[in-house]
């Protein structure tokens, strides 16, 4: 009976897969994106050389197989490319001579602003690329869109707000100052294949808007997205400014860092890609490095739970967007006496969540982007069933082609691979715990520490988390899932977790560093400094206020 139901489910699954005329036309791509272009110094360069085709984790239906879509490519460029962009940047940066980097604060605003509204003529088209190129829902895909333009526009408000606390001199011990704040140079900006516009932007304008200049490259799975926006680059910014780099990173990356011609690098990825490439840096005190890397954030539930609650944001926590967030819940460790009770209500609501192709109104569980995700959680299941673990909820873990459904693995232990391996995807641990110290403790060993979720009513019990978990990682959420936002909050993580601080406040600071001016209080000084100023032939000595 149970493989009838099983093949009975790998139908239904099959089912949700489409052939090309029942796509709705309102969210098909009217035609393959071949990207023959890339920016470097100012222009839009041709590309004949190796393109690297573009498949959507959706698959398309052609009789009987499957066979994901191919929906574009993009140019495989070489190492001579990534070079070209590299010197382009420097040239643009100039040892903080350049053009954009004297700029005002104000110039730069009003082109960042210029640009922000030709991304939004391009908004069709990028929403549909997240959803085709990610597998993520339509619905979801326009709130990365927006949520990224709201975020490009408290920047600006953020930076407004520096700029004005900053158009004035201070006068300390006989000596004026005024203390502002500049760029760092040549950026390498590289972002997530799970927030390719979003997380991407979160570096990339604050970076931008400082005064730096840009190696852009784009993340593997999220690629075409970028292309409508690299003209708009272009038109708003001096040559030089942005340019983008394309192609395998082990082969182009290396040789940018070895230059030692980069001075920021921002990474949202692996703590081990992040390894290797700040070593390859000569000069690695000169490298300010901004690193999102990775998570597994845990929830800690207690008998003292709101046990509806704690599902509720377990759902939410564990499986949004898939699973593939660094932010997600990755591991749940709930005390022993509610294992039972917390497992049959999760299974429950897990039953109730819609899945199937991304362009469903509701849907919740979609396709995965990486070729080979679905064979690593399948191996991460099957590792933890002989260490014990059972997979708890019916259907658990099916896969077909690209669709993985969620699977709860319960109970987890120390020798199974889920329990340490971040897993990116719809696989829900659950840890049975007899004590609090329990929990602590692993965080405590964990080598990551982004965030955790404790859910308890009891202020005191919460008390006594509260203090040692803040230690351990760098946000604790009380009766909620692990999340980024909101955007003006702080954003980072301890351990191998991060490096650096993003939020629109402390981004700002990050791809920047404090400067200031300052002169002895003397009247030939004080002549001196009103004159420069009046006159307006300083972009940094100025006392103009931004409104």
Known sequence: MKNTTLINFKEVILEKFVPEDAIPAEFALSEQLHQKKYLCNGEMKEWNGKTEPVYSPVCIKRGDILERKLIGSYPVCTEAEAMEALNAAVAAYNHGRGEWPTMSVAKRIECVEKFTKKMLEQKDIVVKLIMWEIGKSYADSIKEFDRTVEYIYATIDALKDLDRHSSRFEIEQGIVAQVRRSPLGVVLCMGPFNYPLNETFTTLIPALIMGNTLLFKPPKHGTLLHYPLLQAFKECFPKGVVNTIYGRGHSIVPALMQSGKIDVLTLIGSSRVA???K?????????????????????????????????????LGSLSFNGQRCTALKIIFIHHSLADRFIEQLNAAIAKLKFGMPWESGVSI??????????????????????????????GGETVESFVYPAVLYPVNEKMKVYREEQFGPVVPIVPYYSLEEPVQYLIESTHGQQVSVFSNDPEEVASLIDPLVNQVSRVNINCQCQRGPDVFPFTGRKDSAEGTLSVFDALRSFSIRSLVATKLTDSNKQLLNDIVNSDHSNFLSTKFLF
Do not use: C, F, W
């Open 366 to 395: 979609t396709p995965l982007p990486e070729p080979g995700k679905p064979a690593y959680l399948a191996g991460l299941i099957e590792d933890a069933k002989s260490h014990g673990a059972r997979v708890m909820n019916e259907n």
């Open 279 to 315: 070593k390859l840096h000569p000069k690695v005190n000169r490298l300010r490095a901004i690193l999102g890397l990775d998570a597994k954030n845990a929830a800690i539930i207690t008998p003292k739970a709101d046990l509806a609650l704690a599902v509720q944001e377990t759902i």
């Open 275 to 277: 390894d290797q490439l």
